[in-house]
T-cell receptor
Framework: GENVEQHPSTLSVQEGDSAVIKCTYS??????FPWYKQELGKRPQLIID?????GEKKDQRIAVTLNKTAKHFSLHITETQPEDSAVYFC????????????FGAGTRLAVHP | NAGVTQTPKFRVLKTGQSMTLLCAQD?????MYWYRQDPGMGLRLIHY???????AKGEVPDGYNVSRLKKQNFLLGLESAAPSQTSVYFC????????????FGPGTRLTVT
């Protein structure tokens, strides 16, 4: 079955720096790749997603890139702020897969003022 | 619009006891999901439903049962709780099964002693 690996498990940056989180997936049939942000004690919330027919997507300070050939996708956060501190999860799902998401193990991002 | 709600928020069970977690959504979503979240392991799918009256197994279904008698509700049952089921349980829903955003509930923290 599908497997999603996520690196690094923890990431510490200074405010204003960029942060990059990388994920690889095993099933080449996967075509939907969302990223969720989870603040301490809260529910996961979608921050950006990308589909396999697109190589890059941006939303203000957040961008996601997808390399289908290498089966990896990455989250880029620019000009990080303390409120970006959270756990970030990548996920993958397949077409005709009932939107079932396979999640990575998560990356704990700490942004220091 | 409450979105996705879960009851209870916290629960402590003794080994062998049973309980039911309730998930409700008011967005008229067809698809609903139950996940468990353990430290360092991301979210893992327990069971899911593609519509009223349907249920199916996810990645880690053993020890759990589910029911979807009404479109807006998805129940997760533990018939005989075990310490290995200590976890945070999240319910989610989505409009369709084709790469749609999943909306998560606030979670239920369950401890089995």
């Amino acid at each position: 079955g599908e497997n999603v690996e996520q690196h690094p498990s923890t990431l510490s940056v200074q405010e204003g720096d960029s942060a990059v989180i990388k994920c690889t997936y095993s099933d080449s049939a996967s075509n939907y790749f969302p990223w969720y942000k989870q603040e301490l004690g809260k529910r996961p919330q979608l921050i950006i997603d990308i589909r396999s027919n697109v190589g890059e997507k941006k939303d203000q300070r957040i961008a996601v890139t997808l390399n289908k050939t290498a089966k990896h996708f990455s989250l880029h956060i620019t000009e990080t702020q303390p409120e970006d501190s959270a756990v970030y999860f990548c996920a993958a799902s397949k077409p005709r897969g009932y939107n079932k998401l396979i999640f990575g193990a998560g990356t704990r991002l700490a942004v220091h003022p | 619009n409450a979105g996705v709600t879960q009851t209870p928020k916290f629960r402590v069970l003794k080994t062998g006891q049973s309980m039911t977690l309730l998930c409700a959504q008011d967005m008229n979503h067809e698809y609903m999901y139950w996940y468990r979240q353990d430290p360092g392991m991301g979210l893992r799918l327990i069971h899911y439903s593609v519509g009223e009256g349907t249920t199916a197994k996810g990645e880690v279904p053993d020890g759990y049962n589910v029911s979807r008698l009404k479109k807006q509700n998805f129940l997760l049952g533990l018939e005989s709780a075990a310490p290995s089921q200590t976890s945070v349980y999240f319910c989610a829903s989505s409009y369709s099964g084709r790469g749609d955003e999943q909306y998560f509930g606030p979670g239920t923290r369950l401890t089995v002693t």
